[in-house]
């Protein structure tokens, strides 16, 4: 298996609710990644997980809460989201965050936010 | 800090005519710069990287150290290279990208 998949496709979701993304890669990959990418905008780093720990966290409003139960998955809960947190929200994966490597994406998730 | 710079928001081409996506970027060292592609409703998908030094769908891009630049270039254009097509980079060490806003390549019949 040689994707990044996500789930679900698409999310509508009221500002109260709790909802979480999930995102799977079987490629052996020990580096997990979150982005946000609005329309027509290049994706914007949110999260890294390095071999399930979290490395960087980009000032991401604490609405959104990353985990990485283990190497295979990363999750995004999401809680008391904003309008202008939708977007479409990308996974990636590469084999670390060592060095000069190629990071493979999933399909994205299309979260809107009512 | 790092920077990528394509200075083309969108870039309206005939099909067979020669393509040029143009990309700076500011880093002082010696980073790993890359080209992705996203289509419409597809996914974010690498087309090539500079370490490779291959050709992807008759595009090649070499890398300027001198111009700091890494261009992307085909000779023929096709109809099926209409995308979205992002620079970035990496600094040595690091897996973050920094990407590019981005050019729209459209190629018309």
């Known amino acids: 298996d040689t994707e990044v998949t996500q789930t679900p496709k698409h999310l509508v979701m009221g500002m109260t609710n709790k909802k979480s993304l999930k995102c799977e890669q079987h490629?052996?990959?020990?580096?997990m990644y979150w982005y946000k990418q609005k329309a027509k905008k290049p994706p914007e780093l949110m999260f890294v997980?390095?071999?399930?720990?979290?490395?960087i966290n980009e000032s991401v409003p604490s609405r959104f809460s990353p985990e990485c139960p283990n190497s295979s998955l990363l999750n995004l809960h999401l809680h008391a989201l904003q309008p202008e947190d939708s977007a479409l929200y990308l996974c990636?994966?590469?084999?670390?965050?060592?060095?000069?490597?190629?990071?493979?994406f999933g399909p994205g998730t299309r979260l809107l936010v009512l | 800090a790092q920077r990528v710079t394509q200075p083309e928001k969108l870039l309206s081409v005939f099909k067979g005519a020669p393509v040029e996506l143009k990309c700076n970027y500011s880093?002082?060292?010696?980073?790993?710069l890359f080209w992705y592609v996203q289509y419409s409703r597809q996914r974010l998908q690498l087309l090539l990287r500079?370490?490779s030094r291959e050709s992807i769908k008759g595009f090649t891009a070499d890398l300027n150290k001198g111009e700091t630049s890494f261009h992307l270039k085909k000779p023929f254009a096709q109809e099926e290279d209409s995308a979205m097509y992002y620079c970035?980079?990496?600094?040595?060490?690091?897996?973050?990208?920094?990407f590019g806003k981005g050019t729209m390549l459209l190629v018309s019949p």
């Open positions: 490629m052996g990959h020990r580096a």
């Open positions: 990636a994966s590469s084999h670390t965050t060592v060095g000069r490597e190629t990071q493979y």
């Open positions: 970035a980079l990496t600094a040595p060490g690091y897996s973050t990208l920094t």
């Open positions: 880093y002082s060292g010696s980073p790993e």
């Open positions: 997980y390095s071999y399930e720990k979290l490395s």
């Open positions: 500079h370490i």
